[in-house]
């Protein structure tokens, strides 16, 4: 079953950079779309985006737009989340979750695209946004 691993966490102040990167265990993770959430302590999991497994689609939450950037790397199965002006908000655990489907649509196009619609998850990697 393919495994995906994220990296990249750490601490950050405001306004500064993170770059998060989720990572799968074989070449079929190609085939799927991804999405990536984030869990603050007390709050659901929410997703932040997501691109398609094509990279033809990408949604973003209207609280990262323009701040956070999606991007794929397909010879090192790799999905990119870059966060940039990070804000205190930002703070959270940041999963990447996976469901194989089509080039266009990231997944869950149909229905709400949240937590039930993606299959596979990782195990979370720490964002901590402080002065």
């Known amino acids: 079953q393919l495994q995906l691993v994220e990296s990249g966490g750490g601490l950050v102040q405001p306004g500064g950079s993170l770059r998060l990167s989720c990572t799968a265990s074989d070449i079929s993770f190609n085939e799927y779309g991804i999405g990536w959430f984030r869990q603050a302590p007390g709050k659901e999991r929410e997703r932040v985006l997501c691109i398609s497994s094509g990279s033809i689609s990408t949604e973003y939450a209207d609280s990262v737009k323009g701040r956070f950037t999606v991007s794929r790397e397909y010879a090192k199965k790799t999905v990119y989340l870059q966060m940039d002006n990070l804000k205190s908000e930002d703070a959270a655990i940041y999963y990447c979750?996976?469901?194989?489907?089509?080039?266009?649509?990231?997944?869950?196009?149909?229905?709400?695209?949240?937590?039930?619609?993606?299959?596979?998850w990782g195990q979370g990697t720490q964002v901590t946004v402080s002065a």
């Open positions: 979750a996976a469901k194989k489907g089509p080039r266009m649509y990231c997944p869950g196009y149909e229905s709400s695209g949240g937590v039930e619609d993606y299959d596979l």
